[in-house]
């Protein structure tokens, strides 16, 4: 229904912002990485997303697209409802989680509040095959989808390091359209940093 709202922060609550638009007080709740972004008495733009739940209308938003994709990738996932996909935002930034859900890294998912080895287990299974396709939903590209980077991962997994921190690795990297085995030195380079 709603794109965004774009008005003056009036409010900041422990899971919640109040924007006022025009003396009209919207609440909208959002994940601790999207709060860090909110100033009191400052103009924000949120990207939002309405639940329509029997009895009520929850609006829901975010400073990026990217994390309105992932909420909304989240929510798609049997048995996940919005407070747990906040949570898990709450927890990571959407890049993050993409990463721990290509690399299937239940481990990780798990720490956020809320989330058990069940869940974990189910959005990995429900969105692998989601995150590097649906680049339309929100706007998430992980990895950009190209040949050359994915060989890099593969590469680095090869090597014995777990999926989600060569892709990690990887997305730091500044130029990625160097030969693959310069990639795949830098990157190296990168976890030994990350260390």
Known sequence: ????????????GEDYAVIDISGLGYRVFTSQNSMKSLKLGEISKIFTHLIVKEDDLVLYGFATRDELGMFK?????SGVGPKAAASLLNQYKASE???????R??????????????????IILELKDKIDTESAVGGIEVFGGSDEISQVIEALTALGYNYSIAANAVMKLKD?????DILIKEALRQ?????
């Open 176 to 180: 990625k359209n160097k030969p693959i």
């Open 191 to 195: 976890l030994g940093t990350m260390k």
């Open 105 to 122: 890294d239940i481990a990780k998912l798990s720490k956020a509040q809320g989330i058990g080895k069940k869940i974990s287990e189910r």
């Open 1 to 12: 229904m709603y794109e965004y709202i774009s008005g003056r922060v009036d409010y900041i």
């Open 97 to 103: 989680l993409a990463a721990a859900i290509l690399g």
């Open 73 to 77: 990738l989240l929510i798609s996932v």
